[in-house]
């Protein structure tokens, strides 16, 4: 238990639609990093966000987009869906203090049809 | 660019036997390195991390992973493997700027255990 949650579990969305996938870090982390892991692979880094600005990305492009609330939770956007970017959505979540530890969600699976 | 090869895809040993996973990583210098577990339907957990000092790091469940600077390697170890063990293993790097956090992950190996 990290104490990061993410919601939806599970999505299905047909192509070219938009999807807004959410996170809750955990208290007090001021930095959230979002990864996308397709089916048999390693997750990829899309971006993190640091107190609410992004803070580096990924080769992921402009229609990934995310935004960090001071409530701790956070969003990933993803417009023009593609069959591609089906796959496992993880959040995790940190201090951006040197050495500090990521701690993961459980993800959200999304499905693109 | 970094990246980091896990040679082996798919891993099965007994149950009670020794664990050896391999990591090796390109990277333009000497990164932070990460072992993550992951179970089916479940994130990612972290097992041990290597930052600089000691280059054998020990972890949790019994896990040690020693990182070896000549070889580009940071292979992770247990000495007896439990069915539980039986996961997604995961090996990682970070650049040094940005706290660790921005990671580069292998494809992953998958571990079965038999009992």
């Known amino acids: 238990e990290t104490g990061v949650t993410q919601s939806p579990t599970h999505l299905i969305k047909t192509r070219g639609q938009q999807v807004t996938l959410r996170c809750s870090s955990q208290?007090?982390?001021?930095?959230v990093s979002w990864y996308q892991q397709a089916l048999g692979q390693g997750p990829q880094f899309i971006f993190q966000y640091y107190r609410e600005e992004e803070n580096g990305r990924g080769n992921f492009p402009p229609r990934f987009s995310g935004l960090q609330f001071p409530n701790y939770s956070s969003e990933l956007n993803v417009n023009a869906l593609e069959l591609d970017d089906s796959a496992l959505y993880l959040c995790?979540?940190?201090?951006?203090?040197?050495?500090?530890?990521?701690?993961f969600g459980p993800g959200t699976r999304l499905l693109v049809l | 660019a970094q990246s980091v090869t896990q040679p082996d895809i798919h891993i099965t040993v007994s149950e009670g036997a020794s664990l050896e996973l391999r990591c090796n990583y390109s990277?333009?210098?000497?990164?932070?390195l990460f072992w993550y577990v992951q179970s089916p339907g479940q994130g990612l957990q972290l097992l041990l991390k290597y930052f600089s000092g000691d280059t054998l790091v020990q972890g949790i469940k019994g896990f040690e992973a020693e990182f070896k600077r000549s070889q580009s390697s940071f292979n992770l170890r247990k000495p007896s493997v439990h069915w539980s063990d039986a996961a997604e293993y995961f090996c990682?790097?970070?650049?040094?700027?940005?706290?660790?956090?921005?990671?580069?992950f292998g494809t992953g190996t998958q571990l079965k255990v038999e009992l």
């Open positions: 990277y333009g210098a000497t990164p932070y």
């Open positions: 208290s007090g982390h001021n930095t």
């Open positions: 990682a790097v970070a650049p040094l700027t940005g706290g660790g956090n921005k990671l580069t």
């Open positions: 995790a979540s940190s201090l951006v203090r040197q050495q500090e530890t990521q701690y």
